[in-house]
């Protein structure tokens, strides 16, 4: 018997290249064993609570390496050659944490970190690491908010997550009764929102006048302003993260807060294999509300809260693996008569939950799976002379997603990861008890993605990634690249570019009366999910240990954009796509921020220059028109200062170009009307071809700490919002009837935002 080998020259050469790739990945991913390499991993946590720290930095001196904790507080630095080193960890607000190892040949150290929050000083207040241990990422587009920030800052009645990050670079809000995201030109509905781990659809409370997100249950808030990398996806513009806490690990404790429109507490815990948490807020308007229905005021709802409420648990099931579960659920009610005939009731909410596996398979390798259930309901019913308005509009999101991090070396990393679920959107409209309008699509969706960090030198880190989207509802399958590139010419300099490609399968219809009554819808056939392409570039320096400056400019596209048709009549017997009207957009800026994070007196300015257009098809023959969230020149300052031990003081000022609106110019009657009725329009201006008056405002807050009663720590807040007594204009209102008999006239009538100076007290204890 005889056997022939054949094979061309061509056929050697492709198995000699697949051979040279194969032995390649299997020296890469196995450096330890080929060159007795050491590593080292752990995770970081609070010395006093036990929750983890996200994006701490880990630092090993002699060899000039280090890493950063990921999104489960889990370091991992490879390729460690074996020797004698001094092992660093800085995270912002803590002490650094200084010690000395022995790693031998192949070692596979396991090193946990605790960090003791850092005192208070007379002298200085370290609020940030040396530049020389500086946290690692400060990565492109992101920004970090400080949860003790969030609750220090001058707020309208309640601290809130949203607003604190309106004051950021970039981000922008469309009033002072609103706490939506307009992130560098884009919509609220293009932010992806997560809590988590789970997609929230409509985080507002009071018709939108702040935020879902107790401050007291939160332990993380990052917020990815543009460029982000290919582990997210789903939205055109920004992704804001945010992690509840894990609950304590050391001691029962928590805190409680009375204020003057809604009063908040928290508890948490150990037990023998983890810890808890519970937080609950809930609104407390029903004294004032009866005071006023006694004073026969119009316009007073006869019934109105608000409440929410955050979980978790987790069960530390071995060294390697950690298991939690959590919970979010949240509601407003509204029962508000208007005019003598008329009223709205109003429902709106969310709910969610996720189940989460941390697993470590290696010192080299960390999984996380995930599961999430999201809900979002909004049905507001108006009546009007005994007829009935009703909308229902229902959103179920339930997924599963896993993420993979391998880290074979000091150059190289890995993230790859999957997520997978079923879509469901519901609208329901009826008038007078007659269904004009049923709308019901359920959608599979999925995603992968896969990025690689490689690091050529202690100069150099470029990132390149691809995320693949699917969505079974019009069966859109579409590819995102992503490319980031920093470089530092110095220890104190960094350069950055990016560049991505994003698409949404989703839009936000948003109402301009309160967020409730907003409608998600998707994408089906014939309507195409939005892209865009965004196009990042940054300078990063750090001036001295107490400052530091920062610069981006951007550009981005928006293409293929759908939003329910103005113009549109009566929708009932159309097609789903003939609801829509599509259209395109741009934006581009620059933003600068100048902080301080160190001394008695700290904080930042920030200027932001941003352009964003829009134009949609049939709509003012397909113009480019500023949006209502389009501001040229922005600022914010922020500052705190540490008046001693016990006392603090808070200022923060906004100035904005004026918000855009469309002007009406004048009122024409048509008397000879063949109908035999007269008939009024209105004759307005280009769409949105005027401003507003410049927006600036100005509001202080001092706090006071100490002991309660020798049992718990206070905190005593006393704040004044709009503290000059600036009339920002929120809208016109226009009296077409206020003239003579002719209607020769118009009255004009500004509507303020906050109208006068707004005093604002709250009461904290923390046991």
């Given at each position: 018997?005889?056997v022939r080998f054949c094979c061309?020259?061509?056929?050697?050469?492709?198995?000699?290249?697949?051979?040279?790739?194969?032995?390649?990945?299997?020296?890469?991913?196995?450096?330890?064993?080929?060159?007795?390499?050491?590593?080292?991993?752990?995770?970081?946590?609070?010395?006093?609570?036990?929750?983890?720290?996200?994006?701490?930095?880990?630092?090993?001196?002699?060899?000039?390496?280090?890493?950063?904790?990921?999104?489960?507080?889990?370091?991992?630095?490879?390729?460690?050659?074996?020797?004698?080193?001094?092992?660093?960890?800085?995270?912002?607000?803590?002490?650094?944490?200084?010690?000395?190892?022995?790693?031998?040949?192949?070692?596979?150290?396991?090193?946990?970190?605790?960090?003791?929050?850092?005192?208070?000083?007379?002298?200085?207040?370290?609020?940030?690491?040396?530049?020389?241990?500086?946290?690692?990422?400060?990565?492109?587009?992101?920004?970090?908010?400080?949860?003790?920030?969030i609750k220090k800052l001058p707020?309208?009645?309640?601290?809130?997550?949203?607003?604190?990050?309106?004051?950021?670079?970039?981000?922008?809000?469309?009033?002072?009764?609103?706490?939506?995201?307009?992130?560098?030109?884009?919509?609220?509905?293009?932010?992806?929102?997560?809590?988590?781990?789970?997609?929230?659809?409509?985080?507002?409370?009071?018709?939108?006048?702040?935020?879902?997100?107790?401050?007291?249950?939160?332990?993380?808030?990052?917020?990815?302003?543009?460029?982000?990398?290919?582990?997210?996806?789903?939205?055109?513009?920004?992704?804001?993260?945010?992690?509840?806490?894990?609950?304590?690990?050391?001691?029962?404790?928590?805190?409680?807060?009375?204020?003057?429109?809604?009063?908040?507490?928290?508890?948490?815990?150990?037990?023998?294999?983890?810890?808890?948490?519970?937080?609950?807020?809930?609104?407390?308007?029903?004294?004032?509300?009866?005071?006023?229905?006694?004073?026969?005021?119009?316009?007073?709802?006869?019934?109105?809260?608000?409440?929410?409420?955050?979980?978790?648990?987790?069960?530390?099931?071995?060294?390697?693996?950690?298991?939690?579960?959590?919970?979010?659920?949240?509601?407003?009610?509204?029962?508000?008569?208007?005019?003598?005939?008329?009223?709205?009731?109003?429902?709106?909410?969310?709910?969610?939950?996720?189940?989460?596996?941390?697993?470590?398979?290696?010192?080299?390798?960390?999984?996380?799976?995930?599961?999430?259930?999201?809900?979002?309901?909004?049905?507001?019913?108006?009546?009007?002379?005994?007829?009935?308005?009703?909308?229902?509009?229902?959103?179920?999101?339930?997924?599963?997603?896993?993420?993979?991090?391998?880290?074979?070396?000091?150059?190289?990393?890995?993230?790859?990861?999957?997520?997978?679920?079923?879509?469901?959107?519901?609208?329901?409209?009826?008038?007078?008890?007659?269904?004009?309008?049923?709308?019901?699509?359920?959608?599979?969706?999925?995603?992968?993605?896969?990025?690689?960090?490689?690091?050529?030198?202690?100069?150099?880190?470029?990132?390149?990634?691809?995320?693949?989207?699917?969505?079974?509802?019009?069966?859109?399958?579409?590819?995102?690249?992503?490319?980031?590139?920093?470089?530092?010419?110095?220890?104190?300099?960094?350069?950055?570019?990016?560049?991505?490609?994003?698409?949404?399968?989703?839009?936000?219809?948003?109402?301009?009366?309160?967020?409730?009554s907003d409608i998600w819808l998707?994408?089906?056939?014939?309507?195409?999910?939005?892209?865009?392409?965004?196009?990042?570039?940054?300078?990063?320096?750090?001036?001295?240990?107490?400052?530091?400056?920062?610069?981006?400019?951007?550009?981005?596209?928006?293409?293929?954009?759908?939003?329910?048709?103005?113009?549109?009549?009566?929708?009932?017997?159309?097609?789903?796509?003939?609801?829509?009207?599509?259209?395109?957009?741009?934006?581009?800026?620059?933003?600068?921020?100048?902080?301080?994070?160190?001394?008695?007196?700290?904080?930042?300015?920030?200027?932001?220059?941003?352009?964003?257009?829009?134009?949609?098809?049939?709509?003012?023959?397909?113009?480019?028109?500023?949006?209502?969230?389009?501001?040229?020149?922005?600022?914010?300052?922020?500052?705190?200062?540490?008046?001693?031990?016990?006392?603090?003081?808070?200022?923060?000022?906004?100035?904005?170009?004026?918000?855009?609106?469309?002007?009406?110019?004048?009122?024409?009657?048509?008397?000879?009307?063949?109908?035999?009725?007269?008939?009024?329009?209105?004759?307005?201006?280009?769409?949105?071809?005027?401003?507003?008056?410049?927006?600036?405002?100005?509001?202080?807050?001092?706090?006071?700490?100490?002991?309660?009663?020798?049992?718990?720590?206070?905190?005593?807040?006393?704040?004044?919002?709009?503290?000059?007594?600036?009339?920002?204009?929120?809208?016109?209102?226009?009296?077409?009837?206020?003239?003579?008999?002719?209607?020769?006239?118009?009255?004009?009538?500004?509507?303020?935002?906050?109208?006068?100076?707004?005093?604002?007290?709250?009461?904290?204890?923390?046991?």
């Amino acid at each position: 018997m005889t056997v022939r080998f054949c094979c061309s020259a061509l056929s050697l050469k492709r198995s000699g290249i697949l051979c040279a790739l194969v032995a390649l990945f299997l020296v890469a991913a196995h450096p330890a064993a080929a060159q007795e390499k050491a590593s080292l991993s752990g995770f970081v946590n609070d010395q006093y609570t036990g929750e983890t720290l996200l994006l701490a930095n880990v630092y090993l001196f002699e060899s000039q390496t280090g890493a950063a904790t990921n999104n489960s507080g889990y370091y991992t630095i490879t390729g460690i050659q074996p020797g004698t080193y001094t092992i660093a960890c800085t995270y912002i607000g803590y002490q650094d944490f200084r010690t000395e190892i022995t790693l031998a040949p192949g070692e596979a150290r396991r090193l946990d970190i605790s960090l003791a929050p850092e005192g208070i000083l007379v002298d200085e207040v370290v609020v940030s690491a040396d530049r020389e241990t500086e946290e690692e990422l400060r990565r492109l587009g992101v920004a970090q908010l400080d949860t003790d920030i969030i609750k220090k800052l001058p707020a309208v009645l309640e601290p809130d997550v949203f607003r604190s990050l309106q004051i950021l670079p970039g981000v922008k809000a469309a009033s002072d009764y609103s706490s939506g995201l307009y992130v560098r030109g884009g919509s609220p509905d293009q932010t992806l929102i997560l809590l988590d781990r789970t997609t929230v659809y409509n985080p507002s409370h009071f018709f939108g006048f702040f935020s879902t997100f107790n401050p007291d249950a939160v332990k993380d808030v990052r917020l990815y302003k543009g460029g982000y990398p290919a582990e997210y996806g789903g939205r055109l513009g920004a992704v804001v993260d945010i992690y509840n806490k894990d609950g304590n690990r050391v001691r029962t404790g928590g805190t409680a807060s009375l204020g003057l429109l809604a009063s908040r507490a928290m508890v948490e815990g150990p037990y023998s294999r983890g810890s808890w948490m519970l937080a609950v807020r809930r609104s407390t308007l029903e004294p004032l509300l009866s005071v006023l229905q006694d004073q026969d005021i119009d316009g007073i709802p006869e019934s109105f809260y608000f409440y929410d409420a955050n979980g978790k648990i987790n069960f530390d099931a071995s060294p390697n693996d950690r298991l939690a579960l959590s919970f979010y659920a949240g509601q407003d009610k509204l029962e508000l008569p208007f005019l003598e005939d008329a009223s709205v009731d109003l429902s709106y909410g969310n709910r969610t939950f996720s189940g989460n596996w941390t697993h470590i398979v290696s010192e080299k390798l960390f999984s996380n799976f995930t599961l999430t259930s999201s809900s979002y309901f909004s049905k507001p019913n108006f009546t009007i002379a005994s007829t009935e308005i009703k909308r229902t509009n229902n959103v179920d999101d339930i997924s599963v997603k896993g993420d993979f991090e391998y880290i074979p070396g000091d150059r190289h990393s890995f993230n790859s990861g999957f997520w997978a679920g079923n879509f469901t959107f519901r609208l329901r409209d009826s008038f007078d008890n007659e269904e004009n309008l049923t709308e019901r699509i359920q959608s599979i969706y999925g995603s992968a993605y896969a990025q690689h960090v490689y690091k050529p030198s202690q100069r150099w880190r470029i990132q390149t990634g691809v995320r693949t989207n699917y969505f079974d509802e019009g069966n859109f399958l579409r590819l995102e690249p992503r490319l980031s590139i920093e470089h530092r010419p110095s220890s104190s300099v960094r350069l950055q570019l990016g560049y991505g490609r994003y698409y949404q399968f989703l839009t936000l219809i948003t109402s301009e009366l309160f967020s409730g009554s907003d409608i998600w819808l998707t994408t089906d056939d014939g309507v195409e999910p939005a892209f865009g392409d965004q196009f990042v570039g940054g300078v990063k320096v750090s001036l001295s240990p107490s400052y530091r400056m920062e610069s981006e400019v951007y550009y981005r596209s928006m293409r293929e954009l759908f939003e329910l048709d103005p113009l549109l009549g009566d929708a009932a017997g159309l097609d789903y796509s003939e609801l829509f009207h599509f259209g395109e957009g741009y934006a581009y800026g620059n933003e600068w921020v100048l902080e301080k994070g160190r001394g008695k007196l700290t904080g930042f300015v920030g200027y932001t220059y941003s352009i964003t257009r829009r134009r949609f098809e049939d709509f003012e023959e397909f113009k480019l028109y500023p949006p209502k969230y389009d501001r040229t020149h922005d600022i914010d300052l922020l500052l705190n200062y540490q008046l001693g031990k016990k006392w603090r003081a808070t200022g923060v000022w906004a100035y904005a170009t004026g918000q855009a609106y469309t002007e009406p110019s004048r009122q024409f009657k048509l008397i000879a009307n063949p109908l035999g009725s007269t008939v009024k329009d209105v004759l307005a201006s280009d769409f949105n071809g005027a401003r507003l008056p410049a927006y600036h405002r100005l509001d202080l807050g001092i706090s006071k700490s100490g002991r309660f009663f020798k049992f718990a720590n206070y905190d005593l807040q006393l704040q004044v919002l709009n503290a000059y007594n600036r009339r920002n204009i929120w809208f016109f209102f226009y009296d077409f009837e206020a003239g003579d008999s002719r209607g020769n006239t118009i009255d004009k009538t500004e509507i303020p935002q906050i109208p006068v100076p707004l005093p604002n007290i709250s009461f904290t204890i923390e046991f």
